[in-house]
């Protein structure tokens, strides 16, 4: 038994990720740098997600992109380097991100908490991710967690056993090399419950049997 | 212009390939051995084909198993180890394989033709993958050209642009280790055409554009 299933059981929110997916199995390309946070090609795996987007690809963003209580990230998602914090960094989004709730960094080092705009604040967890889970349910309410990323957080998540839903958005692409999502995660039991195809990507539910 | 797209503006017969993956990319398990030439949880990436197949993944089989005028594998894929041939190992299919058709086997190792039961013949070709491919087609006539893999053999073909289609059997499996299937295959432009999603596996055709 593990927490995320005892959550279910006392109603507690649903802890989702969705995530783009290469079909070689990257999250992102290679090189990852300031400038290209997603790596060389990286972008090719939210092509669904903007240009040549179907409205059943619409429909899919609209779902993943509102109604979360809260969201956790890692550090390299939020941005701003290694080491102590340059604390004139404030995430890539600009002042108004689009959250709209709070945000859980993961880090080791640590920060006063970050409000921005539009109901986003930034908090900084530094003491591992069952307390920043345990934060975020508690700042979330009824309402759902999403692990935001990157592919190390979400392999922490799942390997823990403290994921309860893993959408995948399989963009029809080969990056060759990259950050890949799905090692390190032990052997999941994951069952697709929902799946929308487009030309864009296909766009795989898999709940996650505990 | 590859030589597969003019085929197709020829009239002649479509080069295709059914394979399973698992959700972290490898088309077999690792260890394989010619005790479980699968490898290790390989046998995982096919229960959506055996147990717990629903009728949309039985008519997903059926598809795939008949109708083709010519298949192509790799020396591994049809066994009995590797460098000069034991003329004794004739295939891990008995004396009627379900292939009803001429199979093409790349090696580097002659061997006389081997004749089975059910209209199965297995060619042994040494000169590589594009005289295998003139052979298959030759034989098909105007059916389609399977390549039946292992993952080696389906990134040679795909790498060098021969490849109409990729139809993906996407297992809700994560294996961690083994033989990865879409490496050193380039970068193919792909375009999913038809999804089949059954709780078993998520059955994507992908085009191959030229």
Known sequence: MTSAAGARHRGMSHVTCHIAMSLDGYAAGPNQSPENPLGEGGMRLHE???????????????????????????RRMFGG???????????????DPPYHAPVYVLTHHEREPLQMQGGT?????????EPALEQARA???????AIAGGASTV??????????????????????AGERLLEHVGDPRLEPVEVVATPAATHVRYRVIH
């Open 139 to 145: 700042a979330a309410g009824d309402a759902d967690v």
């Open 48 to 74: 669904w997600a903007f240009d040549g987007a179907t409205d059943a690809d619409k429909e899919v963003r609209e779902l993943i992109t509102r109604g979360f209580g809260a969201y956790i990230m890692g």
């Open 155 to 176: 392999q922490q998540y799942l390997a823990a056993g403290l994921l309860d839903e893993l959408y995948l958005h399989i963009a029809p692409v080969v990056l060759g």
């Open 121 to 129: 604040t930034f908090h900084f967890v530094i003491d591992g991710i």
């Open 81 to 95: 380097g290694d080491g102590a914090w340059d604390e004139s960094w404030r995430g890539w989004w600009g002042e």
